[in-house]
Nanobody, 126 residues
Framework: QVQLVESGGGLVQTGGSLRLSCAAS????????MGWFRQAPGKEREFVAA????????NYADSVKGRFTISRDNAKRTMYLQMNSLNPEDTAVYFC???????????????????WGQGTQVTVSS
């Protein structure tokens, strides 16, 4: 069973950058497909990006394509989300998620993930 802890959130101005990290403990990290989701105030949690267990496959929400990059370092048991060209619409609590899998599939729906972190706040000021 894997436990997830996000970090790296904060306050940034429009056009700025942040890098989020998701550190995993327990389980075999490379056996988990990973994803990032976000939830803005008053809105449902939404998919942001996903990465396969070895990092060979990735997928992004249209709203972040070209601005965000998901990556992982299995040796460090950590997943990352590099966020560039941030705008106020990116303001949300960002959650990382994990799903145990024996394949190289990526998953883009909340229901596909069984493990979640507690979230980290990202606020983009205009």
């Amino acid at each position: 069973q894997v436990q997830l802890v996000e970090s790296g959130g904060g306050l940034v101005q429009t056009g700025g950058s942040l890098r989020l990290s998701c550190a995993a403990s327990g389980g075999t990290f490379s056996a988990y497909a990973m994803g990032w989701f976000r939830q803005a105030p008053g809105k449902e949690r939404e998919f942001v990006a996903a990465i396969s267990r070895y990092g060979t496959n990735t997928n992004y929400a249209d709203s972040v394509k070209g601005r965000f990059t998901i990556s992982r370092d299995n040796a460090k048991r950590t997943m990352y989300l590099q966020m560039n060209s941030l705008n106020p619409e990116d303001t949300a609590v960002y959650f990382c998620a994990a799903r145990y899998t024996g394949a190289t599939t990526i998953f883009t729906h909340m229901k596909d993930y069984g493990y979640w972190g507690q979230g980290t706040q990202v606020t983009v000021s205009s």
